[in-house]
């Protein structure tokens, strides 16, 4: 979840920057860092929770690669759909909106300058939310949807494919940026 978290940080500051530019001046590292560390720390909840609930029904699976959890106890039931909402698909909103608020502002304030709009700064910002959404919605959509797939090789296949999709967004924010 962290590099879902970040993301969403990322294009939220972004337009805190271009709707308030006089105040990006006063932002320092250390404001930096402690957004980074209340992200961490967010990031790390999920987690602790999964050992709070039932710390012996987790074992790492060697064909994902991953650590995986049994989902045996009946908080479960409740519980799984709130962590991967609040995982993957709240990132997920908060980029679609941010962009889209971050363009909607770009283009006022170029139409109201008289400028011609920066396509290539705007490219970069949808491009970086349109990579973000197809690659995290699956991994969301897999956490969701596990107790309605029977075949658990589609199960295996399915969330392989979205962890490598996950994978392909970190590489392509490395090279958008």
């Not at 920057?17 to 006089?22: A, D, G, K, L």
């Not at 045996?72 to 608020?101: D, H, K, Y």
């Not at 490598?164 to 967004?169: F, G, K, R, T, Y």
């Amino acid at each position: 979840p962290a590099s879902f978290y970040f993301t969403a940080a990322l294009t939220s500051i972004k337009l805190l920057i271009v709707q308030y530019p006089m105040h990006a001046r006063l932002w320092t590292k250390t404001k930096a860092h402690i957004v980074c560390g209340i992200i961490w720390i967010c990031s790390l909840a999920i987690p602790i929770l999964f050992l709070v609930i039932d710390k012996h029904d987790v074992q790492f699976n060697y064909m994902q690669y991953s650590c995986t959890y049994g989902f045996s106890a009946e908080a479960w039931i409740i519980w799984r759909s709130v962590f991967s909402g609040l995982a993957s698909v709240v990132p997920n909103i908060v980029v679609i909106v941010t962009t889209t608020w971050l363009i909607v502002v770009a283009v006022k304030v170029t139409n109201r300058g008289g400028d011609e709009i920066k396509w290539q700064g705007l490219m970069t910002v949808i491009a970086t939310a349109v990579v973000n959404c197809l690659c995290v919605l699956p991994l969301g959509f897999s956490h969701m949807l596990r107790r309605f797939i029977q075949d658990p090789m589609i199960y295996v296949h399915f969330r392989r494919t979205a962890n490598a999709l996950v994978n392909i967004n970190v590489m392509a924010n490395f090279y958008i940026y």
